[in-house]
């Protein structure tokens, strides 16, 4: 059933300096209707008097609750499960709550992003004691109703009784509840009590996405709006000279056309910092028509002289520029232990291999968008963002106005993959919207979004082990990346503290190609070199490759180094999981398999991969994952990430390959642009570590340990092994069916 809802209640902001204020994550809260899709509403909602309780949470005088939900919503899941969090400890039938995506409030929300895997790990102990200091405050009211004490008083299903068996609805309580004192302590349900939590709970927006309700940034209009399409500089390391707009003008819709780029190159030249700022000094060519054709048209029609202002870099560039990265001396150490020139010299043998992995788009399904509405009073900010506050702050810089004057609603989004942790196309449509002073929304293309950037770095690591008496007794990672280098913790994952003689060093060249964060940063391609190089140091050693992972982690098993990030415990609960489900070494003849475990974002995987040959060639036909993520919130959700993570990763390690030509994109579209096809997606079976420890993050660990494992298993087929991604090229298909 749809469910409807109005997303303009006015808050109350309290709670702000109690349960959460101290460093938890805020969420506002909406719980109106029924998610369920057998539920039947009693009444229209919309006749519902809902009571304004905290700046999270309302409940009408029915008892039915709605939740506002904080985080950006980007297929994560976090608008389902951040909700149930909060439904669990406040004692609410789920059938009774609705969900309404919050807006920007700092005042309120914290940590108000989509990034890292951390939305439910930042949330969890903040959201369920926003329920249950509901819930007892609710109870409080009751019982002051009843003249009794609120010890003899509980509340199960939005229904409060006593000890008289009297009852009341929490929606018959809830005015006097909002008025009360915050208790400071709460108690906590008790794991096996929940009833919400772990329950297989349909996405609260499937209904308006199989029917196309308006839920993204695309569907968002206005009154009186325009639509602006935006040409930049085809080339990496060009500027504009001049253009000539006159073609684009004559076409029926057209509005203007003009440039952009003062207030861009004032806000650079601010000193202003922002990662998420994506910005060059070029002018760009805006064209504002009252329709996306006629935008988009007009464009192309567009004739414009570009001047090169740095070098334009091809691929054999970048390549030449990492592999002398590589071979330098002159690196940044990022953790050393132990020595690891003693151990290469005391050697039995010595392997090192090298890995490659070129740039990649994110290619979200829906193309960078956002609206504005630039007056004198007020600036609105609508679309699909992950750091809806890092977008204020870099607008009110941008325009030199107040962030306080600045608002930002956000749009579920069709993607993310990290490129919309970036602020460049909602900064372009402030200053367009501010130079002609109208509400407008900046529509790319496919095209535009292939080849403008931000884009996963390109990536090398040269990795060395020395082996002495049947064990590794030392290892070398090299790291060397366009743009920047992997972020500080990741040195203390695996196989930190495993290995006596352990240094990890970095080094990077400095690119204008954008880069930027792409799912699962870093890990997403580094698991996949030191996963295959594990696989091929067992072979060396004539140990099962699991055997391998598990010997060394009893290295730091009751570790008292507090650097090292992962759990080998839990790592090892985590492989022997997948060894048993995937029948390891048993499998039928025929069927190839391949080992990979990491940990990232909190969480560890372990996953097997099983391939059969067609033709000489690899198919992949199924991955068996095992996770350890804490508690499983929403088993549903968290099977849907691990699922799309792992082809995610499959698809661009087998098929993905991005190049440049002379500081041009050679790829603008899916024609030329390789990914997994759907006849070509295995099937992907997870099973859940069952614990009581506080959930981790699963947007993206399932991604980095699948080209480790795919790469293992074609090895153990074909016996060739790939030090290169995409694995087509390796192996020298174009298409590999699956």
């Not at 740095?310 to 520029?321: D, I, L, Q, R």
Request: proline share 4%.
């Amino acid at each position: 059933m749809k469910s409807q809802n109005k997303n303009n209640f006015s808050r109350r902001n309290f709670l702000k300096t109690s349960v959460l204020a101290s460093g938890g994550l805020l969420i506002g809260f909406n719980l109106i209707t029924a998610c369920k899709p057998e539920a039947v509403m009693p009444v229209d909602i919309e006749k519902l008097n809902f009571n304004d309780f905290n700046a999270f949470i309302k409940i009408s005088d029915e008892g039915y609750v709605t939740i506002f939900s904080p985080n950006p919503e980007i297929g994560q899941g976090v608008k389902t499960s951040m909700p149930m969090i909060i439904a669990e400890e406040l004692d609410v039938e789920w059938s009774k709550v609705n969900v309404v995506q919050g807006a920007l409030d700092t005042d309120n929300f914290k940590r108000q992003m989509a990034g890292g895997s951390q939305s439910i790990r930042f949330g969890w102990k903040a959201l369920r004691e926003t329920g249950a200091t509901t819930k007892q405050m609710l109870i409080n009211a009751a019982a002051a109703k009843w003249n009794v004490n609120a010890s003899t008083c509980k509340a199960s299903k939005g229904i409060i009784t006593n000890t008289k068996g009297d009852k009341l609805g929490y929606g018959e309580v809830v005015k006097e509840a909002a008025l009360l004192e915050v208790p400071e302590d709460v108690q906590l349900k008790k794991i096996k009590d929940f009833t919400i939590i772990g329950q297989e709970i349909v996405n609260v927006d499937i209904d308006k996405i199989i029917t196309g309700e308006p839920l993204f940034g695309l569907d968002y209009k206005t009154e009186g709006m325009v639509y602006a399409s935006v040409l930049r500089p085809p080339v990496f390391g060009q500027v504009l000279e001049s253009f000539d707009a006159s073609e684009a003008k004559s076409i029926n819709g057209v509005i203007d056309v003009f440039t952009i780029g003062d207030k861009a190159r004032n806000f650079l030249d601010k000193g202003y910092v922002s990662w998420t700022a994506v910005l060059n000094n070029s002018d760009k060519i805006v064209v504002i028509a009252n329709s996306t054709w006629a935008a988009i048209k007009a464009k192309k029609a567009i004739k414009a002289v570009w001047k090169e202002e740095s070098v334009a870099e091809s691929t054999a560039f970048h390549n030449k520029k990492l592999l002398a990265i590589l071979d330098s001396k002159k690196l940044n150490t990022s953790r050393e232990d132990g020595t690891i020139e003693k151990a290469f010299k005391e050697a039995d043998k010595i392997i090192e291999r090298t890995y490659s992995s070129p740039f990649l788009p994110h290619n979200c399904m829906e193309p960078m968008n956002f609206y504005a509405n630039v007056t004198s009073d007020k600036i609105e900010l609508v679309g699909p963002t992950q750091t809806p506050n890092e977008v204020a702050k870099s607008v009110a810089v941008l325009l030199d106005r107040k962030v306080e004057d600045i608002s930002v609603e956000m749009t579920r989004m069709g993607g993310g993959f990290g490129r919309r942790l970036y602020s460049d196309f909602a900064l372009e449509v402030a200053e367009i919207s501010n130079k002609i002073r109208k509400p407008v929304k900046m529509i790319s293309t496919r095209e535009d979004d292939m080849t403008t950037g931000v884009y996963k770095p390109s990536v090398k690591y040269r990795i060395t082990a020395s082996l002495k008496d049947g064990k590794i007794t030392g290892y070398h990672l090299k790291e060397a990346a366009i743009n920047g280098n992997m972020y500080g913790i990741i040195p203390d994952f695996f196989p930190a503290g495993c290995i006596p003689n352990y240094k990890v060093d970095l080094g990077n060249y400095k690119s204008n190609v954008t880069t930027g964060a792409w799912r699962a940063p870093y890990t997403n391609f580094l698991a996949f070199a030191e996963q295959s190089f594990f696989d091929e140091v067992a072979k060396e050693l004539s140990i099962d490759p699991i055997q391998l992972r598990l010997d060394l982690l009893q290295n730091v098993k009751g570790t008292t180094d507090k650097s090292i990030k992962y759990s080998g415990q839990r790592m090892e609960d985590t492989i022997k999981l997948v060894r048993e489900k995937a029948n390891w070494g048993k499998t039928k003849e025929g069927t190839y398999q391949g080992f990979s475990a990491y940990y990232s974002h909190n969480t560890h995987v372990a996953e097997v991969a099983e391939i059969e040959l067609k033709d000489g060639f690899p198919v992949i036909k199924k991955v068996i994952v095992a996770v350890d993520c804490g508690v499983v919130v929403n088993p549903t959700g968290a099977r849907n990430q691990v699922e799309g993570g792992v082809i995610d990763g499959i698809s661009h390690a087998m098929y993905a390959a991005f190049t440049f030509k002379d500081g041009k994109p050679k790829h603008n579209n899916f024609d030329t642009y390789r990914m997994i096809r759907m006849q070509e997606t295995p099937q992907v079976e997870v099973h859940f570590v069952e614990n009581e420890l506080s959930p981790t993050g699963l947007g993206e660990p399932g991604l980095p340990p699948a080209g480790g494992a795919v790469a293992n298993a074609i090895n153990t087929a074909l016996g060739k092994r790939m030090y290169s991604q995409p694995f087509v090229k390796e192996l020298k298909k174009n298409s590999v069916l699956g």
